[in-house]
């Protein structure tokens, strides 16, 4: 069990169109979902956190209307990066927070490269 | 602030080694350690943790020991396979929250 998806696991697309990247859990329910991004060689960046029903939470330094994080159900959350740009090209990684617990699992990631 | 620092790699071994890869962090209260694996083109998965001082975890082989005094959450291997290549992050995470805080992970490559 505990089994978190992301969809699409590798996405190319032009410079200006948004993307949308899908999270699920799918096996359990999650309130809380958070969204990385990892750049080469490098550790893990918190983008935001997601909690279901409510807004999300931006990390410092993290345009919200660049990227914006919707999660409605207990089970999906997505990211839309609008208007990307090549400096957008990167690995998102998601991670699902079981409910009533704090145990915390990773999806897979998404390659996104802007052209 | 909280933090967490590794050791830089990558770490070349060969297969059969010993392995230790550094983790020290900074936080304030008790905090829960973690480390997770990140093999090639994968996301990442829960290795061991701990969730209190002294506390040893434990999985295919690998330990690390929350060590409060020393602030350090050291990770150990007697014998490394060359499947164990892969990219090793230590975290943390507060008491008052679910965010973990992650190292710049650690990059080890074990060679037949």
């Known amino acids: 069990g505990a089994v978190v998806s992301q969809h699409p696991s590798r996405v190319i697309c032009k410079s200006g169109t948004s993307v949308k990247i899908e999270c699920r859990s799918l096996d359990f329910q999650a309130t809380t979902m958070f969204w990385y991004r990892q750049f080469p060689k490098k550790s893990l960046m918190l983008m935001a956190t997601s909690n279901e029903g409510s807004k999300a939470t931006y990390e410092q330094g993290v345009e919200k209307d660049k990227f914006l994080i919707n999660h409605a159900s207990l089970t999906l959350s997505t990211l839309t990066v609008t208007s990307a740009h090549p400096e957008d090209s990167s690995f998102y990684i998601c991670s699902a927070v079981k409910a009533g617990t704090n145990e915390q699992f990773f999806g897979p990631g998404t390659r996104l490269t802007v052209l | 602030g909280n933090s967490v620092t590794q050791m830089e790699g990558p770490v070349t071994l060969s297969e059969e080694a010993f392995l230790t890869i550094n983790c020290t962090y900074t936080a304030t209260g008790y905090p829960s350690l973690f480390w997770y694996v990140q093999y090639p083109g994968e996301g990442l998965q829960l290795l061991l943790k701990a969730t209190k001082a002294d506390d040893k975890g434990s999985n295919k082989g690998f330990e690390a020991t929350y060590r409060k005094e020393t602030t350090s959450f050291h990770l150990e291997k007697g014998s490394v396979q060359v499947s164990d290549s892969a990219v090793y992050f230590c975290?943390?995470?507060?008491?008052?929250?679910?965010?973990?805080?992650f190292g710049t992970g650690t990059r080890l490559q074990v060679f037949p």
């Open positions: 975290a943390l995470r507060r008491e008052d929250t679910d965010k973990l805080i």
